[in-house]
């Protein structure tokens, strides 16, 4: 097992220097002048001139994408940032957390909304409680999470007055948050456990489970949803995923400092090694998160677990 | 304990006495007509042969029995099903999960390799039938002792008791399902064609220990298969079913050695199996069943018998009474008649 960890972790390498070079190539395109934007608009034509020539930014291409692998690898350097002119991680490390966070609690609430009712729509099939359970999440996909958001602000912050609607310090900031998200989400995760009951719950093993006299209630959880699981972490792990670094709408609309809005102002800025070192960064959490749904699997089942023993 | 009294034996000695059992499947679009006016007995410690093709309504029969039908389309629709006196159609739910199905009545299904928990060990699958059937309240070593017991009864080594489905052959899984069935020392199990997934040498392995285990423990069995050579060899008792009836019934020398028999019975004898030949499983007999959901008037069997006359359009033959023993439900032998069971 520790074997199959390690080769897991060592194929990401391949792949984060190939994010770094697709990344570091259309960062090359974008329109904007790293010099002058550090400089601003009054230095002189020659002090801009200056700062790119020696900031190496007038080497080839692949020349300063080298350079830049080979800083990052060997000496653990990402840069500075153009805009604060701080090693990148400063902006970075403070905003990870905030974004790590609000993945959290998106997945928790998006999970804790679309378990239970998947479950039950699924072993209540065809019943009053399905059909609701559907309306209710066909609504929810079709309500776009900024004017959730909006609403939500509305709502409890200018209206009640009881919840924040700016901020990342404290856990009530993140209520209104929340919901947002798992209004944004549950509903993948009910739809995936829903489909994967009524699949489950058809199979041949839990009618032997019926015919052994095993209670209704220990069937629909030992044996249909735990075989029903499989998809079910797959999409909360891809949630976890995307909400990191994608969860901008709820960042921008609630003023939360994570790493979403600050892709999106270095973007902007051509800050090009924040950018850079922001999206390795995203793209390795996103292999762990990976390789923890992939454990998790094995967890579950043992004949996964028996492939990746065998290498 | 239940509030229902189960008298240990019925007065004829049957564990099982099936009357006009009627099932359907309804959907929007359509009724199945799975199960016609099925009516067999079972004595205790025998085994009972029901016989026939893919789709005649065997499955359909013994899940009526422990009542599985598919929650919303599968119906009984009239008949009784009696348990040691008991008419399991009409116990609560409750009961019958907590004191028939898995205690009292097992099934085993025809496809070992889907019919295990892919994800729970063997050990645990069996230990759970023991542990929802425990009204003497043993301890959990008792129990996983009578797992132990129960896992080299079928012939598996007790060491394999934490390994998991796939690490068992299809004759060795289907080894473990007659474990689970037999844990709790039922007195009747189904087995529904418990061999048809195996390979020809793991089915003669399988059914010699069935055979064995049901000698040394006087189980009923009600033996579902489509291969006559099966029933010779293994039952007492016998049935043909075709279309949801049961168009033969009798001993095994009556289905065997009698020389009357229902013109399907004939075409199925041409297909026992051979060892030495390519095995013919499904379709021994030119055509097809008539579709269930519009079955013809008369006979059932009427497209594709030899020997069909207009009454066979005409009139829907009854289950006549050649001897004590045997019934054929065919007009051909309705002047050999003792009587006619009137469905
Ligand atoms: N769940 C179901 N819904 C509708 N029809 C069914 C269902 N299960 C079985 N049937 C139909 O009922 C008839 C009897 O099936 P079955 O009892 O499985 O036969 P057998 O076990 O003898 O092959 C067949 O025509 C089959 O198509
Ligand atoms: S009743 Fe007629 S059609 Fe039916 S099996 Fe007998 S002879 Fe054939
Ligand atoms: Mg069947």
């Given at each position: 097992m520790l074997?199959?960890?390690g080769k897991?972790l060592?194929?990401?390498i391949?792949?984060l220097i190939?994010i770094?070079f697709?990344?570091f190539?259309?960062m090359?395109f974008?329109?904007?002048?790293p010099a002058?934007?550090?400089?601003g608009?009054?230095a002189t034509?020659e002090?801009v001139?200056q ?14 994408f080298f ?10 350097d ?6 604060t002119m ?7 490390f403070?905003r990870?957390?905030?974004s ?5 609690c998106?997945?928790?609430g998006s ?9 039950l ?10 059909t ?5 999440a066909?609504?929810m996909v079709a309500m776009?999470?900024f ?6 602000i509305?709502v ?7 919840l924040?609607?700016a901020g990342?310090t404290?856990w009530?900031?993140?209520i209104?948050p929340t919901?947002t998200?798992t209004l944004?989400n549950?509903?993948a995760v ?6 994967s009951?009524?699949?489950t ?6 009618r ?7 209670p ?5 959880f030992?044996?249909a949803?735990?075989n029903a699981?499989?998809p079910v972490?797959?999409?909360v792990?891809y949630?976890?995923g995307s909400l990191?670094?994608g969860a901008i709408i709820c960042?921008?609309?609630f ?6 809005s600050?892709i999106?102002l ?5 800050d090009?090694p924040?950018v ?5 960064l ?11 749904v992939?454990?998790?699997y094995?967890?579950?089942d ?5 492939k990746?023993?065998?290498? | 304990?239940s509030e229902?009294?189960?008298?240990n ?6 564990v099982?006495?099936?009357k006009d059992?009627?099932?359907?499947y ?7 007509h799975?199960?016609?006016?099925v ?6 410690g025998?085994?009972f042969g029901?016989?026939?093709?893919t789709g005649a309504?065997k499955?359909?029969?013994a899940l009526?029995i422990?009542r599985l039908l ?6 009984v629709t009239?008949?009784e099903?009696f ?10 739910d ?12 097992s099934?085993?299904f ?10 729970m ?9 023991l542990?929802?059937?425990n009204?003497e ?12 017991e129960t896992?080299e009864?079928v012939g598996i080594p007790?060491k394999?008791?934490n390994e998991y489905?796939h690490q ?18 039922p ?9 048809t997934?195996?390979?020809?040498t793991i089915q003669?392995?399988?059914?010699a220990?069935?055979s ?11 033996l579902?298969?489509h291969d006559?050579?099966?029933v010779?060899?293994m039952?007492d008792?016998?049935?043909v079913m075709y279309?949801?009836?049961?168009v033969e019934l009798g ?17 199925l004898?041409?297909s ?5 030949e ?9 055509g097809?069943?008539?579709d269930p959901?519009?079955?013809?008037f008369?006979?059932?069997?009427q497209?594709?018998?030899p020997?069909c006359?207009d009454?066979c359009?005409n009139e829907h ?5 050649l001897s ?6 065919c007009?051909l032998?309705s ?6 069971n009137?469905?």
């Open positions: 074997r199959y960890i897991r060592l194929q990401m391949p792949v190939g770094a697709i990344i190539f259309i090359d974008t329109p904007g002048d002058r934007l550090i400089l608009q009054s034509a002090a001139e700062l790119t020539e020696e900031m190496g930014l007038n080497d080839s291409f692949f020349t300063r350079r830049y692998i080979y800083n990052a690898v060997v000496n653990l990402f840069g500075v940032s153009y805009r701080k090693p990148v991680f400063d902006d970075v403070t990870f957390p905030v790590i966070y609000i993945a959290l998106g997945m928790i999970t804790l909304f679309g378990i239970p009712l998947g479950v729509s699924a072993v209540k099939q065809y019943s009053k409680l399905d609701a359970v559907n309306v209710v066909m609504t776009p999470p004017w959730v958001a909006m609403v939500l509305l409890f912050s200018l209206y009640l007055g009881v924040p609607s990342a404290t009530i900031h993140y209104l919901i998200l944004a549950g509903s009910l739809r995936i456990t829903r489909s009951m009524l699949e719950i058809r199979m041949d093993y839990v032997t489970a019926q015919a052994k006299g095993v209704r209630r220990v069937i629909i030992k044996h949803f735990k699981l499989l972490i797959t999409t792990g949630i976890f990191l670094g960042e921008t609309v003023a939360m400092p994570g790493l979403g600050l999106v270095s973007i902007k800025m051509k090009i924040v850079m070192a922001s999206i390795i995203l793209a390795l959490s996103y292999g762990v998160i990976m390789l923890i992939d454990l998790m094995a967890f579950i043992p004949r996964i677990k028996a990746y023993q065998r290498g | 304990m229902y009294n189960f008298n034996s019925d007065k004829d000695g049957y099982l006495e099936i059992l009627e099932v359907i309804e959907t929007d679009l359509e009724t199945v799975a199960v016609n006016n009516s067999f007995s079972v004595r205790a025998e085994t029901l016989v026939g093709e309504g499955t359909t029969t009526s422990l598919p929650d919303r389309t599968g119906k009239k008949g099903i348990f040691n006196g008991e008419n399991l159609l009409e116990l609560s409750e009961v019958m999960r907590k004191e028939i199905n898995g205690e009292r009545v099934m085993i025809q496809d070992p390799m889907t019919s295990l928990n892919p994800i060990n063997v050990g645990e699958q069996i230990y759970e039938a542990k929802y059937h009204p309240k043993k301890t959990k070593e008792e129990l996983e002792k009578r797992v132990e896992l009864l007790k394999r008791k489905p068992f052959s299809g004759g060795m899984k289907q080894r473990v399902i007659i474990a689970i069935a037999l844990a709790c020392k007195e009747l199990l189904i087995a529904d064609e418990p061999t997934a195996l390979d020809v003669a392995q399988v059914l220990m069935m064995e285990l049901n000698e040394k423990l006087g189980t009923a069995t009600i579902i298969t006559l050579g099966v010779a060899n039952c008792d016998a049935a279309a949801g009836e049961l001993t095994v020398e009556d289905i065997f050695e009698s020389e009357d028999h229902h013109p399907y019975t004939v075409g004898f041409g026992i199996p051979n060892l030495d390519e095995r013919e499983r499904l379709q021994p007999i030119e097809l069943m008539p959901t519009a079955l013809p008369g006979c059932h069997f497209d594709r018998c020997y006359f009454r359009i033959p009854q289950l006549l009474k004590d023993t045997h019934s054929i439900r007009h032998f002047d050999k008649a003792l009587e006619v009137h469905d």
